[in-house]
């Protein structure tokens, strides 16, 4: 590899060694000076090869953003879905409730006898404050599955992964791939992610169900996994980044 470093930063190797593209390299580097038609064929044959390669995992990169992304549109229509009804219920539950309070302030009013409007205030005052707290209740819950938890193992960590890629499993482990340079972009994700979302809690019902296989779904767990799939998404365009950096350098080669 000492033969790449007039040419490729340390940051490049290591995108190259992810990207399954070293040998190619060098083997660049090492027919440079063969100026015959066959060096030429072969070079050209490596160019091809390589450039193959960097379109594979280019594309790897962006089919997975475009399931981060259709997996976090999936969350929030449904998301909203419920939103939108439970505004249409306490919508009906706020106007049932004034015209109630309404009708009581009338009939006091209308009927003469003393009991009689205590009761009606009553019963009036009740069925008023029980149809303005019920607006206070949460909204409707429904059932969401994804079996495929592309959040799964970015909560869990494994040494291995069955949903990404090996390629984009070693960029997110890898340091150097990360901001901070102290640890790879999946612990970095993870630590965020334990603190602002799940205040600290690991084991809680909430992480079951958003990095298990699916369940019953709140309006906020899906706006919650929504954010979650969002955050993950920009660090998987991040790494587009560096890929396209690679890329510059590789069309540099003499």
């Known amino acids: 590899m000492t033969g790449l ?8 190797l290591l995108m190259a060694n992810a990207t ?6 060098e083997k660049l580097i090492q027919n440079q000076a063969d100026s015959s038609l066959a060096g030429k064929v072969n070079r050209l044959h490596l160019k091809n090869e390589l450039q193959n390669r960097l379109l594979l995992v280019s594309t790897e990169l962006n089919s997975f953003s475009a399931e981060l992304d259709c997996e976090g549109e999936r969350a929030d229509q449904l998301a909203s879905y419920l939103d939108e009804r439970a505004d249409h219920r306490n919508d009906l539950l706020t106007v049932a409730s004034i015209t109630v309070g309404a009708l009581t302030t009338i009939l006091t009013v209308a009927i003469p006898s003393d ?12 069925m008023s404050g029980g149809l303005g707290g019920s607006s206070l209740i949460k909204g409707r819950k429904v059932q969401f599955d994804h079996p495929r938890n592309v959040l799964r193992d970015i909560w869990l960590m494994p040494e291995k992964s069955e949903i990404y890629t090996p390629f984009i499993w070693y960029m997110l482990n890898e340091k150097s791939f990360s901001n901070e ?23 809680g019902k909430k992480q079951q169900l958003l990095f298990g296989k699916g369940g019953t779904y709140k309006a906020e767990d899906l706006h919650t996994r929504a954010d979650l799939l969002n955050q993950l998404q920009s660090s998987i365009r991040s790494l587009n980044q560096d890929l396209q ?3 510059m350098a590789v069309n540099r080669l003499p």
């Open 20 to 25: 399954g593209t070293l040998t190619f390299l």
């Open 5 to 12: 470093s007039p040419y490729f930063s340390s940051h490049d």
């Open 245 to 247: 950096s690679f890329v």
């Open 115 to 126: 009991a009689t409007q205590k009761t009606v205030g009553l019963v009036g005052g009740l």
């Open 181 to 203: 340079h102290k640890q790879g972009i999946i612990r970095s994700i993870h630590d965020r992610w334990l603190t602002l979302a799940f205040d600290g809690d690991k084991g």
